[in-house]
């Protein structure tokens, strides 16, 4: 299986399907749309010299033949890939904070984002700490790339958060096992490849600790990211009055 084929299977079908609730609930709450909009452009800009550091010292390839073309050091369908999750997940927070009546509730709670902050700090060194090993150089570089923008959410947002993903986390682990799953295959069908060198070694079959890593927290942000428009109040976005 390509790359591009991979989207066609696992990818478009799943955005498709989301969509159609997701479509609906843009349509009614258009900050949805522009908190979706943002957190794609946000994804590229983040990821893009992430992902083309990883490729370019060898911490992941591709397959020989399974893609079409290298922008850099990555292929198109990588970049399309950063797209597609974060759209993905935004379509399935929408869905699960629609199913317990959030999205119009600005009401933040009595929990203070701001308090966690020294804990980020904390775990920013730590992680920074493991990209000197190289058994954990690839976990390592992960949680650096991750912490800062979950913290920045944390900072801001926290008195939202904690209820609201409470409500979220059973639709966001369900998207998380389908791409993990997804990962695997593509992982056992040679489509990419990740270093042995640069990870703990550590799989669940054919998935690695470390892409597991990856899906929980790339999820995890996209969905805080969604949660915090939603929770905005209506008064102070012109485009629902």
């Given at each position: 299986?390509?790359?591009?084929?991979?989207h066609?299977?696992?990818?478009?079908?799943?955005?498709?399907?989301?969509?159609?609730?997701?479509?609906?609930?843009?349509?009614?709450?258009?900050?949805?749309?522009?908190?979706?909009?943002?957190?794609?452009?946000?994804?590229?800009?983040?990821?893009?010299?992430?992902?083309?550091?990883?490729?370019?010292?060898?911490v992941?390839?591709?397959?020989?033949?399974?893609?079409?073309?290298?922008?850099?050091?990555?292929?198109?369908?990588?970049?399309?890939?950063?797209?597609?999750?974060?759209?993905?997940?935004?379509?399935?927070?929408?869905?699960?904070?629609?199913?317990?009546?959030?999205?119009?509730?600005?009401?933040?709670t009595?929990?203070?984002?701001r308090?966690?902050?020294?804990?980020?700090?904390?775990?920013?060194?730590?992680?920074?700490?493991?990209?000197?090993?190289?058994?954990?150089?690839?976990?390592?570089?992960?949680?650096?790339?991750?912490?800062?923008?979950?913290?920045?959410?944390?900072?801001?947002?926290?008195?939202?958060?904690?209820?609201?993903?409470?409500?979220?986390?059973?639709?966001?682990?369900?998207l998380?096992?389908?791409?993990?799953?997804?990962?695997?295959?593509?992982?056992?069908?040679?489509?990419?490849?990740?270093?042995?060198?640069?990870?703990?070694?550590?799989?669940?079959?054919?998935?690695?600790?470390?892409?597991?890593?990856?899906?929980?927290?790339?999820?995890?942000?996209?969905?805080?990211?969604?949660?915090?428009?939603a929770?905005l109040?209506?008064?102070?976005?012109?485009?629902?009055?």
């Amino acid at each position: 299986m390509s790359y591009l084929q991979f989207h066609l299977v696992f990818l478009l079908p799943a955005l498709a399907l989301a969509a159609l609730p997701a479509g609906r609930l843009v349509r009614e709450h258009p900050r949805l749309g522009v908190g979706t909009g943002v957190l794609v452009i946000l994804a590229y800009l983040w990821t893009t010299p992430w992902d083309n550091y990883l490729v370019a010292t060898d911490v992941w390839g591709y397959g020989e033949g399974r893609v079409l073309a290298t922008i850099g050091y990555v292929p198109v369908e990588e970049y399309a890939f950063f797209g597609l999750q974060t759209l993905l997940a935004s379509a399935v927070t929408m869905i699960a904070l629609d199913r317990r009546g959030l999205i119009d509730r600005a009401e933040p709670t009595e929990r203070a984002g701001r308090r966690t902050m020294l804990w980020w700090l904390a775990a920013g060194i730590g992680a920074a700490a493991l990209t000197l090993a190289d058994t954990t150089r690839y976990l390592g570089l992960i949680l650096v790339w991750i912490i800062p923008p979950l913290a920045v959410q944390w900072w801001y947002g926290g008195r939202w958060l904690a209820e609201r993903l409470t409500a979220v986390w059973p639709w966001l682990a369900g998207l998380t096992l389908y791409l993990w799953i997804a990962d695997g295959y593509a992982i056992a069908d040679g489509i990419w490849s990740i270093s042995t060198a640069y990870t703990t070694g550590i799989r669940f079959g054919p998935l690695p600790l470390e892409e597991a890593t990856f899906f929980l927290v790339t999820n995890l942000v996209v969905a805080q990211g969604l949660i915090l428009f939603a929770s905005l109040r209506r008064e102070a976005l012109t485009w629902d009055r």
